[in-house]
């Protein structure tokens, strides 16, 4: 026997099972690989699925956004209208005018189909409760009896803030009487605020958000700036969210935690809603306070402020009722100073150009106008440090001195270089923190189009007041007595 060959052979055999095992084990680990590659790109797709928004045929995929994140987009044939209440008696010398609210409150209603959604502070469309019998409640008292007509028809739901004392509460026992569902929501019991909004939701496409309250005065004795947006259903869907926390808030009357996924929003600063307002590429989104009342996705109101203030590069112009770096109704008093630093901030590190318009009426605070008057001399040309304060002074003749809580700039807005932002809060600590309200905020930075921005609209009104006779200067020397 050959044992060499046969060794040989042996050899030669175990060669090719070796060789024949190693092609099998890297054919194994091939496949192995491929495995893993395809176990990873579909748990990556997945993962992808989970956290995109899904976006209707209706609604096609959003283009770049103006801001660093992406939002949804809509499709809707949105309309927006700035809407102004200028009190009886104010005359000013500028072609910059705007519709009614009162002509916008009846636009709405004579637009509804099927439902009409209002969170309010309180109601008085009468002047029952001043006694004055003052004619130009007649606006007031259209709107309550055309939504009191309507109420039989529609569904119309009213959140509203639960009456404290004496409160007058003839309206909604008329509504109520009428058909209109109502709720209460306690938020004094919730957050130690007062439910301060105010807004309309219609058919769920039509909105309207400013600073009128249920109020005759709102219409004809006060000064006030809001927006009505027509056909902007996804909008419209997400000012409902809202709506509807009230709406649970006052049945529950407990704040959820966390919020069902129901009430969450994929519309913020961050990553706004695009669509098209008046056919103008527009980024929108919705802010509300106070944070305890945000579901998930939702900025609340004062990061909405601050993050406009931010992006600002040449100029903030804001006017407001109130403004106190405090926590207004608070005891023992507390300082808050996230606004009035951000203010000072802006105006020194970006030499950000500030006007603050604010109102001076027989119910200011005296507190007021130290904190103004420190901001105010934050003014220094020489090192283009430009922050200046004035006051804006609604005239009254002696009759209309009667009237109660009227003849006063109720306004809430601010815009910039880059936004606009329409609101529903007085701006102290208290607003943001324990108070609902809510704000719209609009950037139409990427327009090209002839009609005007929201942006650029807000603007002049800001001008008209601020370059008027209404408006006066505040100094060192000013005194609130004399002004006011």
């Known amino acids: 026997m050959k044992t060499d060959v046969a060794y040989n052979q042996l050899v030669d055999v175990e060669r090719r099972r070796q060789e024949a095992n190693r092609k099998a084990q890297m054919n194994f680990r091939c496949v192995i690989a491929l495995l893993t590659v395809a176990t990873v790109l579909l748990a990556a797709t997945a993962l992808h699925i989970l956290l995109t928004p899904k976006v209707s045929s209706s609604h096609p995929a959003p283009s770049s956004s103006l801001r660093p994140h992406r939002g949804e987009s809509c499709s809707d044939p949105c309309t927006i209208v700035v809407v102004e209440s200028i009190p009886e008696g104010l005359v000013f010398n500028s072609s910059t005018t705007h519709p009614t609210i009162f002509q916008a409150w009846l636009n709405l209603m004579g637009e509804a189909r099927s439902s009409i959604d209002i969170a309010s502070f309180y109601w008085t469309l009468t002047n029952e409760d001043t006694g004055t019998h003052e004619p130009t409640a007649n606006q007031g008292e259209t709107v309550l009896k055309t939504l009191a007509e309507v109420s039989g028809k529609l569904s119309v739901r009213i959140a509203v803030n639960t009456p404290q004392g004496s409160q007058p509460q003839a309206d909604l026992r008329l509504l109520n009487d009428s058909g209109a569902d109502i709720r209460t929501v306690n938020v004094r019991e919730l957050t130690s605020g007062v439910l301060h909004t105010k807004f309309w939701v219609v058919d769920k496409k039509h909105i309207y958000i400013g600073s009128a309250n249920m109020d005759w005065r709102s219409l004809t004795q006060v000064k006030e700036l809001g927006v009505v947006v027509y056909n902007c259903s996804c909008l419209a869907a997400d ?246």
């Not at 049945?251 to 056919?279: E, M």
């Open 239 to 484: 000012l409902g969210k809202i709506f509807e926390a009230y709406w649970l808030l006052g049945d529950s009357q407990s704040i959820p935690s966390p919020w069902p996924k129901s009430f969450a929003t994929l519309y913020n600063k961050d990553t706004p809603l695009q669509l098209p307002l008046n056919s103008t590429p527009s980024n929108v989104y919705l802010s509300s306070s106070p944070p305890s009342f945000c579901a998930a996705g939702r900025t609340p109101d004062l990061q909405s402020i601050l993050s406009v203030m931010e992006d600002a590069e040449s100029f903030i112009y804001i006017a407001v009722m109130n403004y106190l770096p405090t926590m207004e109704f608070s005891h023992p008093k507390r300082y808050w100073a996230d606004i009035d630093t951000q203010l000072r901030r802006v105006g020194y590190e970006k030499r950000v150009k500030v006007r603050l318009l604010i109102s001076c009426w027989a119910s200011t605070q005296p507190v007021m106008f130290p904190f103004l008057k420190s901001l105010a001399s934050v003014y220094d040309p020489k090192s283009r440090l430009d922050i200046q304060v004035r006051l804006f002074v609604v005239p009254a003749s002696p009759k209309q001195k009667e009237i109660p809580f009227a003849r006063v700039n109720h306004n809430k807005y601010m815009v910039t270089d880059k936004i606009a932002y329409i609101g529903t809060s007085n701006w102290s600590g208290d607003y943001f923190v324990n108070t609902a309200g809510s704000a719209l905020v609009v950037n139409q930075t990427a327009s090209q189009s002839s009609e005007p921005t929201v942006q650029s609209q807000l603007k002049a009104v800001f001008e008209r007041d601020w370059d008027s006779a209404y408006s006066t200067p505040l100094t060192r020397l000013s005194n609130h007595k004399d002004l006011c």
